[in-house]
């Protein structure tokens, strides 16, 4: 049997491939037996340094939840990376999270239809259900969505993701509705626990979120990490049709469910990218060898794939002729932030900011997390580390409760390969790091630069009462302006450098 790992994993972290090949190829062997495959699963080493799963815990998710017939998944990095045989919809394609999970459902419903949702809300830092609709060669949000905090739970159960909630409580059913009718004009109008598609029976892509799951539950936050769990995790669903006939789960993923054929696809190709950076119309100050990225850095809002990406090589003449507002395609929930980097301009970047107020949620016995949900600026910050478009893998990642801050809660984050990481960018010295691609692009090609590298940072769920959210940076090139000190800044350096004389 072949224990290597396939091409089109794509990039992972050579110090993670090396602890685990004997792990993996081990565990291929012995799957077979469920008696020997479930006690090797249970003491199987760590995916990844930041991750915080075990590598059983990524197969038991994907034993668990992986074979529903409307929610495909679970889809995420540790899934697509370390599972021995990921389907095509467990590929993240652009720049996921490394602790995001998701399921999807691609579904037409008919006119005046109703589709019932019920499930339970899962032990995690972020729980959203939302809708999106195919258009220009991808999903768009449809402002059809739902955060955990905005579900109504059932009667007798609890909202965990609420100011004030138990966030343990076993109490945790809800029931969502998905109608084929208009949304209404009036708010008021619209009824609870309640989503609108319109009749005209469009392909819909419903997409479930969870984020970092806590620590002793499985990747989707539902079931136990090590435990047998019998439940099924995923909501249950039925329907009801205009005329009153009623759908069971067998009749809705006949009658509304839609295949998934391939894989999701990149929304640029390797020539294209290549075409981009090559062009002759680029913004002038830009070269080759290093374009998009510039000296000094710069961070931005994540707009749209034309302003933020194709617009990222060219003129602030030329750029803002490029239209800004509109969904996020692919669907993303953000906001995010971003730059572009490059290893010529200096083999380490320092990236420094000041952390929001964030719920802690991972760990639930050691005393360190919240139990009761409190009161925050936002409910998630990550920062991931990433190859370039046609690519779309992350390299490392870390999320907001393994940054180290100081009294005023500033951070700083030192990003490089591990041959260039400062001896003092460690938790013990006050800094994070993170891997920088040796990869650079990660093009399976000659054309390919190993010096590219590119962060993005979310900042997901804020409070409305934050006032330095990064939701109210409503053009280009106000981040700074409006996010204060909370807006994300870094320089380029070496490690001799930074070994000498730390973070300036």
């Not at 038991?60 to 939840?65: A, G, H, N, P, S």
């Not at 990660?442 to 993005?456: T, V």
């Not at 934050?466 to 070496?494: A, C, L, Q, S």
């Amino acid at each position: 049997m072949n224990l290597a790992f396939p091409l089109h994993f794509g990039i992972t972290r050579a110090t993670l491939l090396t602890s685990m090949a004997f792990t993996l190829g081990l565990l291929s062997t012995l799957l077979a037996d469920d008696q020997l495959g479930s006690e090797l699963r249970s003491s199987a080493s760590n995916v990844s340094l930041h991750a915080e799963k075990s590598l059983g815990n990524v197969i038991r998710t994907d034993e668990r939840y992986g074979h529903d017939p409307l929610f495909q998944g679970p889809r995420g990095w540790v899934y697509w990376n370390f599972l021995e045989r990921p389907k095509p919809i467990q590929n993240p394609n652009l720049w996921p999270d490394m602790q995001s999970t998701y399921f999807i459902g691609r579904l037409s419903m008919p006119a005046g239809s109703t589709l019932y949702l019920r499930g339970q809300f899962p032990y995690a830092r972020f729980f959203q259900f939302a809708l999106y609709k195919f258009e220009r060669e991808t999903f768009v949000a449809i402002g059809e969505s739902f955060r955990g905090p905005d579900i109504e739970p059932d009667p007798g159960s609890i909202n965990p993701f609420r100011v004030g909630a138990d966030r343990l409580s076993p109490r945790r059913d809800y029931t969502l509705r998905i109608v084929a009718e208009p949304t209404p004009l009036n708010p008021s109008a619209r009824e609870k626990n309640t989503l609108y598609v319109g009749r005209e029976g469009a392909v819909l892509q419903a997409v479930i979120r969870i984020y970092l799951a806590n620590q002793h539950k499985d990747g989707a936050g539902w079931g136990p990490a090590e435990e047998p769990y019998a439940n099924t995790g995923l909501p249950s669903y039925e329907a009801t049709l205009a005329d009153g006939t009623k759908l069971t789960a067998e009749d809705v993923v006949r009658q509304f469910g839609k295949p998934f054929s391939e894989a999701t696809k990149q929304p640029m190709s390797t020539d294209e990218w290549v075409s981009l950076v090559n062009n002759n119309n680029n913004d002038p100050t830009l070269t080759p060898q290093t374009a998009p990225a510039r000296n000094p850095n710069r961070w931005e809002k994540y707009w749209t794939n034309a302003y933020t990406l194709v617009g990222a090589f060219k003129s602030p003449a030329e750029r803002s002729k490029i239209t800004f507002e509109g969904a996020m395609e692919g669907g993303g929930e953000g906001p995010y932030l971003l730059t572009f980097l490059s290893r010529k301009f200096g083999p380490v970047y320092v990236l420094k900011g000041k952390m929001p107020t964030f719920p802690d949620t991972f760990s639930e016995k050691d005393g360190q997390a919240h139990f009761t949900m409190p009161e925050t600026q936002t409910q998630y910050w990550s920062l991931v580390s990433c190859e370039s478009v046609p690519s779309g893998q992350v390299v490392d990642g870390i999320s907001d409760f393994q940054v180290p801050l100081d009294a005023d809660r500033n951070y700083t984050i030192v990003v490089s390969r591990p041959e260039d990481r400062p001896r003092n960018a460690t938790v013990e010295n006050g800094v994070a790091w993170l891997e920088w691609s040796s990869r650079g692009e990660g093009l399976e090609d000659d054309r390919n630069r190993p010096d590219f590298g590119m962060l993005i940072m979310r900042i997901m769920a804020n409070n409305p009462t934050w006032n330095e959210r990064p939701d109210k940076i409503t053009k280009p090139g106000t981040g700074e302006e409006v996010m204060g000190p909370y807006f994300p800044r870094g320089y380029y350096t070496n490690k001799a450098e930074f070994e000498k004389t730390g973070a300036q």
